[in-house]
Nanobody, 127 residues
Framework: QVQLVESGGGLVQAGGSLRLSCAASQRTFSSYNIGWFRQAPGKERESVAAITGSGSSTYYADSVKGRFTLSRDNAKNTVYLQMSSLKPEDTAVYYC????????????????????WGQGTQVTVSS
């Protein structure tokens, strides 16, 4: 069982930055690939980005490429999502999720491959 806790959300003006964290309880954290998703009111949960267990590969949705950066510190059991140049359309609840299934081939976008989810953190970007 993996418990995930997101933090770092908040209110920021358009053009600003936030760094979200996803902290895990699992000692074998490095064996888990981590995905970030977001869900805006009235919309489906969508993939934002993902990172492999080693951190060697990252994947990003087109809507956030060049603005968001994923990294991880396996010694701290934490994944970081650095968000820059934020836009009002980035407003959503952000969730991290863990899986041991491979991410390549577009699978990182599929919610079904993730076995564990955090409770989410709210990000609000004002115009």
């Amino acid at each position: 069982q993996v418990q995930l806790v997101e933090s770092g959300g908040g209110l920021v003006q358009a053009g600003g930055s936030l760094r979200l964290s996803c902290a895990a309880s699992q000692r074998t954290f490095s064996s888990y690939n981590i995905g970030w998703f977001r869900q805006a009111p009235g919309k489906e949960r969508e993939s934002v980005a993902a990172i492999t267990g080693s951190g060697s590969s990252t994947y990003y949705a087109d809507s956030v490429k060049g603005r968001f950066t994923l990294s991880r510190d396996n010694a701290k059991n934490t994944v970081y999502l650095q968000m820059s140049s934020l836009k009002p359309e980035d407003t959503a609840v952000y969730y991290c999720a863990a899986t041991r299934k491979p991410l390549y081939g577009g699978w990182y976008e599929r919610r079904v491959i993730y076995d564990y989810w955090g409770q989410g953190t709210q990000v609000t970007v004002s115009s």
